[in-house]
């Protein structure tokens, strides 16, 4: 409760009445009545998006003769900066503009991005010449139409920043999780949220793909930005419905004060006189320190009070630059536990990244024809992936826990430890597998004298499936770790840290690849350097991360893992 309201007697009536009189216009506002409209707005903007994240590379390889090293930086380069601009999203939110508003801002410049996008598939002059000779093309995009290109990309990476962080906590804030009520509601908005996106994922990588890359781009842009200006009509006709909280600061501002204040105090000495800053506690959370005190003590001096002129008259500290509370501190502790296990992810994704770029690369140039003339487009393979999480999540939940629990009497779940070490596993085979299928569509293609392999494109489904895999086990557990460890103050934090370690992900990525162009470079070729990829050799790359993926097991398995503390809720019987 906010210390001010009740130093003064004489405002108390007018300060109850005030809240009384928000408390009638909540019960008026939120609920089901607001999550429709919610939910309608993530379903569009997500097929609008995931429409072009699906076919993006196919797209600037077909239409602006980009391929090689260039290509891959910037497709490398915007899923990265989507990412890391969602940690810029939930700064802005939490401590300026709230929820609605971010929410708001970023889907208007994804509508702006995507129809720029639209532009370029529209208008001719916005690409450079087509190429008749898709293994041998000297038509470079102008760097006017490259500008045109990355300030479309710029813009949705943009509203990617403002979407991503608030979209579940803005749908989350319409249900009062003090009530059991609530909770259950709470509960039921994530499974439509996800029933949603799945729905729009689907028919984003299937029939919007299909259209772009077999009927017209113009119309397979246009549909995504008609479908994020019906989310932005949507999202506003509901504006009176939504629950909209105050923006109340930032937890990664927080942060970086502790750390600041802790270097100011550098000097201070542990005693028995040492006293704590408390402060105001966090929304249902403890005051206490953690309980590893011992761990990164230097902090605890960023709550030490040294001068009583540190606080004001209601006990508050004057300057947070200099005086954190205990719990600020307890936060950034939080964070820096988990980070051991949270760098394996960094790895994990390193792996899908791959698929999504080089794998559609290699579907572009294999047999895709079933049939007379139906062609499977590039970017429904992405599908693969996705189907196979699902398939072994419904598998696991539904079919292999019941039996286990038939046989054994208990319905015992892999441990977090054992899924992530699964996933990883699961990487390694699926970089092997994909290095050995290049080398065989490559000589296949070669051996025919044809820029595009006579290998089918079906060849390609272990590798996706072997993905697919590694995210069911490897992510799903990380994202579950994230949670379950922070406090329930900072789920959006754990959200954005999930996302921040895709994002150096994607640019680490990009870092390996041009090392490996630079050190490979020899008569103006490299293992990465030509749009044809017959003329490179794309499988050694897929061993360099798969031997990422080996060193990523060991340095789980010796180090990171004893940082996953199991406790009943990782491992309990039903």
Same mark, same amino acid.
């Given at each position: ?36 409209? +919610? ?32 290509? $891959? ?10 990412? $890391? ?196 506690? @966090? ?26 002129? #540190?606080?004001? #008259? ?89 039996? @286990? ?70 992510? $799903?557990?990380?994202? #579950?770790?994230?949670? $379950? ?18 994002? +150096? ?42 031997? +990422? ?26």
């Amino acid at each position: 409760m906010d210390v001010e309201s009740s130093t003064s007697p004489s405002s108390s009536p007018s300060v109850h009445q005030e809240s009384r009189n928000q408390a009638t216009q909540n019960m008026q506002k939120g609920g089901w009545r607001a999550i429709k409209y +919610i939910i309608a707005n993530e379903s569009f903007e997500k097929l609008a998006s995931m429409s072009l994240i699906g076919n993006l590379s196919v797209y600037l390889t077909t239409k602006y003769n980009l391929g090689g090293v260039f290509l $891959v930086n910037i497709v490398n380069i915007w899923f990265g900066s989507c990412n $890391v601009l969602s940690l810029a999203g939930a700064f802005v939110s939490d401590a300026y503009l709230g929820r609605f508003w971010t929410l708001l801002l970023g889907s208007i410049c994804s509508f702006v991005g995507m129809g720029i996008m639209a532009l370029t598939a529209g208008l001719p002059r916005l690409r450079p010449e087509a190429c008749h000779d898709p293994s041998n093309c000297s038509k470079p995009p102008a760097p006017w139409q490259l500008a045109v290109l990355f300030g479309s990309l710029g813009l949705l990476a943009i509203g990617a920043g403002g979407i991503r962080p608030c979209n579940i906590a803005f749908g989350a804030d319409q249900f009062d999780t003090n009530t059991k009520k609530g909770k259950a509601q709470l509960e039921t908005f994530f499974n439509w949220w996800y029933f949603s996106f799945t729905v729009a994922l689907v028919i984003a990588l299937t029939g919007v793909v299909y259209i772009q890359s077999n009927i017209s781009w113009v119309i397979g842009f246009v549909i995504p930005t008609a479908c994020l200006a019906f989310s932005i009509s949507i999202f506003v006709i509901g504006q009176h419905t939504y629950i909209c909280t105050k923006p109340q600061g930032s937890v990664f501002a927080d942060m970086v004060k502790v750390v600041v204040a802790a270097c100011k105090k550098r000097k201070v000495k542990s005693g028995e006189a040492i006293s704590f800053y408390v402060g105001p506690p @966090a929304d249902g959370s403890s005051t206490t320190l953690v309980q590893q005190k011992h761990r990164l003590r230097f902090f605890d001096k960023a709550s030490v009070i040294t001068d009583p002129n #540190e606080l004001n #008259e209601d006990g508050k500290a004057k300057s947070n630059w200099r005086l954190c509370s205990v719990q600020q501190v307890k936060n950034l502790k939080c964070v820096t536990a988990i980070l051991p296990v949270w760098v394996t992810g960094i790895a994990c994704f390193m792996l899908t990244d791959q698929q999504n770029i080089y794998g559609i690369l290699q579907a572009m140039q294999m047999e895709k024809t079933f049939g007379h003339n139906f062609k499977v487009p590039a970017g429904w393979m992405n599908l693969v992936s996705m189907i196979t999480l699902a398939i072994w999540i419904s598998l696991y939940e539904c079919v292999i826990l019941p039996i @286990a629990k038939h046989i054994t009497g208990r319905k015992k779940r892999l441990t977090m430890k054992q899924r992530i070490e699964i996933g990883i596993v699961m990487g390694i085979a699926c970089m092997a597998v994909a290095g050995f299928m290049e080398k065989r569509r490559r000589a296949s293609a070669l051996s025919n004298g044809s820029f595009v392999s006579p290998v089918s494109i079906v060849m390609l489904l272990p590798q996706f499936v072997l993905a697919g895999l590694t995210e069911a086990f490897s992510a $799903v557990a990380l994202m #579950e770790f994230l949670t $379950v460890k922070m406090p329930e103050h900072m789920r959006a934090v754990a959200g954005a840290i999930f996302f921040l370690s895709s994002s +150096i992900a994607s640019y680490i990525c990009t870092l390996l690849i041009n090392v490996i162009d630079s050190v490979t470079r020899k008569d103006g070729h490299s293992w990465l350097g030509d749009r044809d990829l017959n003329k490179n050799k794309l499988e050694n790359y897929f061993f360099i991360i798969g031997g +990422i993926q080996v060193a990523n097991l060991l340095y789980f398995r010796f180090f990171a893992s004893r940082f996953v503390t199991e406790t009943d809720k990782d491992n309990r019987d039903f």
